[in-house]
């Protein structure tokens, strides 16, 4: 059974801080891996996405991925009372045959305090 | 604008009835799924299709039914045999199933309560 997992939170910064939100993946073979947002009520908006360790920037978003230790992050700088939503971390499993699946985990909900 | 329309966004129904959820994509995408949510839960996956006629089942496919006729349509068919169908619906697309990237772009989604 392929597992993303998350801690649920709530996870609550003061406005301007770093907000670190953090996944584990239970397939060491997983390619690629990907942020979602996902505001009360919404659907999920896609933030970033990283194949290869090491940092990816975007703006105030860095996503970190470290393939050895099963492991991605998300970082938002200065986070903003507007960040504050529920973030989905998605891992896309190889499952055979040329195809693969995308699995999500349940979630980060991140409060930005003002 | 270039998107995925779901209707109706809210949706009720009696216990014992089926309902159809409706997709629309206008991306050109050739892949398309129904995910469910349920409070507190990530997106699980019902169905999916990534050509014409062709569709597999995902996680959690018993109780619901789909079709892909069109390349820019994907319905839902949630039917009776679905026990517990109080959830929030997300349809998606992408380019294309078959590889690594999978970038998946996501309709506004249905909310179905069963009264």
């Known amino acids: 059974q392929k597992e993303v997992e998350q801690n649920s939170g709530p996870l609550s910064v003061p406005e301007g801080a770093i907000a670190s939100l953090n996944c584990t993946y239970s397939?060491?073979?997983?390619?690629?891996f990907f942020w979602y947002r996902q505001y009360s009520g919404k659907s999920p908006e896609l933030i970033m996405f990283i194949y290869s360790n090491g940092d990816k920037e975007d703006g105030r978003f860095t996503a970190q991925l470290n393939k050895a230790s099963q492991y991605v992050s998300l970082l938002i700088r200065d986070s903003q009372p507007s960040d504050s939503a529920t973030y989905l971390c998605?891992?896309?499993?190889?499952?055979?045959?040329?195809?693969?699946?995308?699995?999500f985990g349940k979630g980060t909900k991140l409060s930005v305090i003002p | 604008d270039g998107g995925i329309t779901q209707s109706p966004k809210y949706l009720f129904r009696k216990e014992g009835q089926n309902v159809t959820l409706s997709c629309e994509q206008n991306?050109?995408?050739?892949?398309m799924y129904w995910y469910r949510q349920d409070p507190g839960q990530g997106l699980r996956l019902i169905y999916y299709?990534?050509?014409?006629?062709?569709?597999q089942k995902g996680d959690i496919a018993e109780g619901y039914s789909v079709s892909r006729e069109k390349k820019e349509s994907f319905p839902l068919t949630v039917t009776s045999a679905q026990k517990n169908p109080t959830a929030f619906y997300l349809c998606?697309?992408?380019?294309?199933?078959?590889?690594?990237?999978?970038?998946?772009?996501f309709g506004a989604g249905s909310r179905l309560t069963v009264l």
């Open positions: 998605a891992v896309n499993f190889y499952s055979g045959a040329g195809s693969y699946q995308l699995t």
């Open positions: 991306l050109n995408h050739d892949a």
């Open positions: 998606a697309s992408s380019m294309a199933r078959g590889s690594g990237a999978n970038v998946l772009t």
């Open positions: 299709s990534q050509i014409v006629n062709d569709f």
């Open positions: 397939d060491r073979g997983s390619q690629s």
